[in-house]
């Protein structure tokens, strides 16, 4: 089954590549990796996730936003190689999550992200992994999560 028919398996939508809050872009391919930039939970041009997790976002919506980065970022990688079938392994994703004084449970927010890649890719999206808790992020986010991936040979 390809990347695609899973997505639609899963009941989800790959969004179209996000439009760069600054100078620079969304995807870079080097050679087999793409890299992806950090990516936000924007669905439909709008921030679903805003806030603090531990205060104003709670652990299971810090959850689903850091899904939601991780299906931008694959808008992004798509939008960059044209084909996600062409992803032969998921290599890294960094979580940063936006914490509340005292909030330790970053990896429990970013699992959001690796459990979602490993649904999408099997045993190909297992990864090495950062949970970050940082102090704010862009446009008040509440998560954010940047990737890389290896190519298959040819691709």
């Not at 808008?75 to 290599?91: F, H, S, T």
């Amino acid at each position: 089954m390809g990347v695609m028919e899973r997505l639609a398996e899963l009941g989800l939508e790959l969004p179209t590549a996000p439009k760069p809050l600054a100078a620079y872009v969304p995807a870079v391919r080097v050679g087999r990796y793409v890299y992806t930039s950090g990516q936000v939970p924007i669905a439909g041009g709008e921030l679903r996730f805003r806030g603090k997790v531990g205060a104003e976002i709670d652990i299971e919506h810090g959850y689903e936003a850091a899904k939601l980065c991780v299906l931008n970022a694959l808008g992004a990688i798509k939008a960059e190689i044209g084909d996600l079938d062409k992803i032969e392994r998921v290599i890294k994703v960094t979580g940063y999550v936006s914490s509340a004084r005292g909030f330790n449970r970053q990896p429990e927010v970013v699992n959001g992200a690796s459990e979602l890649l490993i649904k999408i890719f099997g045993d190909r999206g297992k990864h090495v992994r950062s949970a970050v808790g940082v102090a704010e992020l862009p446009l008040g986010a509440s998560v954010e999560v940047e990737m890389s991936v290896l190519l298959k040979d040819g691709s």
